[in-house]
């Protein structure tokens, strides 16, 4: 069975520095991706970054980090000078091959960010 | 610009009143999911089509049903809904095993 685990229900931050959102994940496949979503008060999921099983390198999208480390089965976002505007829902989310078209959703952590 | 839309936003129906919701999208994407997001919680896949293909996931309950008439449309029905139904649905897409999910805006629905 696939799982997510999200440790931090909630976390704060203060303006324009750093987080780390944890995400564990559960699987027996060799190939998988994970994911993070965004999920502001209005409700649509938005696509914040990919890591393939087999990438090497950790990805990055902007102010967007993925700290990868497989046999820790460890995916955490760095979200760099945090803005107000990262206020939200995140979600890490795993899809494995053998797994159909399903993606499995970690709990979620509400991130607020301070002025 | 928008590509996966979710009509109506917001819906309010009487327990027991059937309920449709509709989701369309302009990319293509030859698959299309339904999920249930309840309050603070993850989302819940029901089912997905893969082209005309239909996959129910084991736990949804027999009252929600699906339809795809074609690519760019898929509906959500609720038979007779009940307030445990009461929650955000989620329309997503995608192409390809390995690509990420595009969500619309969601419904909210409201089961009164």
């Known amino acids: 069975a696939q799982k997510i685990t999200q440790t931090q229900p909630g976390m704060f931050v203060q303006e324009k520095e750093a987080v780390t959102l944890d995400c564990t994940y559960d699987?027996?496949?060799?190939?998988?991706?994970l994911f993070w979503y965004k999920q502001p008060s209005s409700g649509e999921m938005i696509f914040l970054i990919y890591?393939?099983?087999?990438?090497?390198q950790n990805a990055t999208e902007g102010r967007y980090s993925l700290n990868f480390q497989k046999a820790r089965k460890s995916a955490n976002l760095v979200i760099s000078a945090s803005q107000l505007g990262d206020s939200a829902m995140y979600f890490c989310?795993?899809?494995?091959?053998?797994?159909?078209?399903?993606?499995?959703f970690g709990p979620g952590t509400r991130l607020s960010v301070l002025p | 610009d928008a590509m996966v839309i979710q009509n109506p936003r917001y819906q309010v129906t009487q327990f027991g009143k059937p309920v449709t919701l509709s989701c369309s999208q302009t990319?293509?994407?030859?698959?299309m999911y339904w999920y249930q997001q309840k309050s603070s919680q993850a989302p819940k896949l029901l089912f997905h089509?893969?082209?005309?293909?239909?996959?129910n996931e084991a736990d949804t309950p027999d009252n929600f049903q699906s339809r795809r008439p074609n690519t760019s449309f898929c509906f959500l029905d609720i038979r007779s809904p009940g307030l445990g139904d009461t929650a955000m649905y989620l329309c997503?897409?995608?192409?390809?095993?390995?690509?990420?999910?595009?969500f619309g805006s969601g419904t909210q629905l409201s089961v009164l």
């Open positions: 997503a897409t995608s192409i390809g095993r390995d690509e990420k999910l595009f």
């Open positions: 699987t027996s496949d060799q190939s998988y991706g």
């Open positions: 890591q393939g099983s087999y990438d090497e």
């Open positions: 989310a795993m899809r494995a091959d053998n797994y159909g078209q399903n993606f499995v």
């Open positions: 990319l293509n994407h030859n698959v």
């Open positions: 089509y893969y082209d005309k293909d239909f996959n």
